[in-house]
């Protein structure tokens, strides 16, 4: 599975680098993430719940980050393992380049998956999969427009979200290898 998008964010390439290294944040915004860990050095692990037509599974993933530029890029390599639901692979490069509006976010996602996941339907997977990735995207927007309102006069109306509460900084590759896991996932599940 290879797939590339980009996002235009209403935030500064700071205010967003760091919204992506805050665990509550993360926690809140990948569909179906249940925890983010830092388990040593640039190392973490990712706990994903998916359904998928018929198909549910908790994935568990593992991240590595790499070729970090803070505020402006990483590469991130991941291995999740959904049990007998099957496994996924692969590396996401992400940048954050400032512009007049904020900030654009692109990514770019090889991934590989096998098991039962794969039999579902290539169909089914990717709407699956682009459906969760704008879910990411609309809930991090939200997050930060409650975080960084606009000016009165300006101000769009944005869905009201609980606050996070703010613990250890994990790396902005953390969310990215959340949504990657669960989107490969969802791939596999449909092949």
């Known amino acids: 599975m290879d797939m590339q998008a980009s996002r235009q964010l209403a935030v500064t390439q700071q205010q967003a680098w760091d919204a992506l290294n805050d665990p509550g944040v993360l926690k809140l915004c990948i569909p179906g993430c249940d925890k983010v860990e830092a388990t040593g050095p640039e190392q973490f692990t990712v706990g994903v719940a998916l359904k998928i037509g018929p198909v549910s599974a908790k994935f568990t993933g593992k991240i590595r980050l790499g070729d970090m530029h803070p ?4 590469t991130l390599t ?8 099957g496994f996924s692979k ?10 007049e509006g904020g900030c ?5 996602v090889h991934a590989q998956v096998g098991g039962k996941v794969a039999q579902l339907g290539q169909r089914l997977v990717d709407g699956a999969a682009k459906s969760m990735a704008e879910d990411f995207f609309k809930r991090f927007d939200d997050e930060m427009r409650r975080r960084y309102p606009a000016p009165a006069a300006q101000a769009p109306v944005a869905a009201e979200v ?4 703010s613990g250890a900084k994990v ?3 953390v969310w990215v290898a959340g949504v990657v896991v669960a989107l490969a996932a969802v791939w596999w599940l449909s092949r």
Do not use: H, I, R
Request: zero cysteines; glycine letters at 12%.
């Open 78 to 85: 991941f291995d999740g393992q959904g049990g007998a639901a």
């Open 171 to 173: 790396p902005a590759w």
């Open 162 to 165: 609980e606050p996070v509460a």
């Open 90 to 99: 692969g590396n996401a490069k992400v940048a954050l380049t400032p512009n």
């Open 71 to 74: 505020p402006n890029s990483y």
């Open 104 to 108: 654009e976010l692109a990514y770019t």
